[in-house]
């Protein structure tokens, strides 16, 4: 993670079309999304539920596609997320009436804007040396797995936040029957060891030109 989040390498968020190479591997971490549920949201995608900002992953649009019926839901946006200015970047795009959060990624097929962002992040992890088959985008899933079960996450918590069906449990819960509080707490479990990434992260958005004044 140090490797690929160095911000000598990593994508600036200074730079207008680096958005979805910045913002979508960081929520892909934090949140455990598949790399196209969050490459395909719209700006009125985050909404506000209870008052906590949340990411809404749907397939009711004609551009947009999930996995399964389990893969929609609503999640609370993880804090750390919010901490680096992400809500900054959404009101700016909804301030210039944009209607994809990532304006910068085209559909190739129905339902899919993820094309230009797997392939660069293949390139990215090539560039920076980290190799191996089971070394791709895919595996910030896994890895949200990994440590959500290290800080003990409920199984029907981790399932309503990732749009799981009934993993290691015995009946249907999906993420809109969760409470979005209580789901917040839990996914504010999530943590890694990246405070200086981040910090240099945080100073490079507020020179960004959706924060500036």
């Given amino acids: 993670l140090h490797k690929i989040f160095n911000p000598k390498t990593y994508p600036s ?19 455990g999304c598949r790399l196209n549920e969050i490459c395909q949201l719209d700006v009125t995608d985050i909404v506000s539920k209870k008052g906590i900002p949340c990411i809404s ?9 999930v996995k399964n019926k389990t893969s929609e839901r609503i999640i609370p946006i ?13 009101e700016f795009q909804r301030k210039n ?9 085209t559909q190739i097929e129905r339902g899919r804007y993820s094309n ?12 920076i040396d980290i190799t191996g088959s089971d070394k791709v985008f895919h595996s910030f899933r896994h890895t949200f797995e990994t440590k959500a079960v290290e800080v003990r996450i409920p199984a029907e918590y981790q399932n309503a936040l ?17 409470d979005i509080k209580v789901m917040l707490e839990e996914l504010s479990k999530i943590s890694y060891p990246l405070s200086k990434e981040l910090k240099e992260f945080k100073t490079l958005i507020q020179e960004s030109f959706y924060c500036r004044k």
């Fill in 13 to 31: 968020p200074k730079m207008r079309n680096n958005q979805a190479k910045f913002w979508v591997p960081i929520i892909a971490l934090y949140h």
């Fill in 97 to 105: 009436k944009a209607k994809k959060l990532f304006s910068e990624l």
């Fill in 57 to 65: 992953i749907h397939g009711n649009d004609k551009d947009k596609s």
């Fill in 162 to 178: 990732c749009g799981w069906a009934d993993r290691g449990i015995g009946q249907r819960l999906y993420g809109k029957t969760k």
């Fill in 78 to 90: 993880h804090p750390q997320i919010i901490e680096l200015g992400f809500l900054r970047y959404v």
């Fill in 116 to 127: 230009s962002v797997q392939h660069w992040f293949g390139r990215y992890l090539d560039k």
